[in-house]
C-alpha cells in the first residue's frame, strides 16, 4: 500500500484508447493506472534505466514494419489450419 500522505503528482497524456486497452488489462491484473506507474518507477530506479529494451529498428526491421503497415508480403488465411499448413506444421 502506498502511503498517500508522501507522494507526487504524475500526469500524463494518453490517447483515449490506448488508455482504455490499458486501463482493461490493468484491471484483470489488479492494478490501478497510479500503481502501475509506482511499478515502472521502482524499476526504472532499481535498474538504472528502464526495464525493457528502447531501440530504433536496424534497417530490415524498420523496411519490413513498414510494408506490413502498407499491406505488402501479408498473407491471410481462412483459417488457423491453413495458416499452419502454410507454415508446415
Known amino acids: 500500500m502506498i502511503d498517500m ?3 507526487t503528482m504524475v500526469r500524463a497524456r494518453i490517447e483515449p484508447d490506448l488508455k482504455n486497452e490499458v486501463d482493461f488489462i490493468l484491471t484483470k491484473l489488479g492494478l490501478t493506472a497510479s500503481e502501475t506507474i509506482h511499478l515502472l ?3 526504472i530506479k532499481m535498474r538504472r534505466g528502464l526495464p525493457f529494451d528502447v531501440r530504433i529498428p536496424n534497417g530490415l526491421t524498420a523496411r519490413t514494419l513498414k510494408a506490413t503497415k502498407a499491406g505488402k508480403g501479408v498473407k491471410h488465411f481462412s483459417s488457423r489450419k491453413a ?4 507454415l508446415g506444421l
Do not use: E, L, S, V
Open 41 to 43: 518507477y521502482r524499476q
Open 83 to 86: 495458416r499452419y499448413a502454410d
Open 5 to 7: 500522505t508522501k507522494t
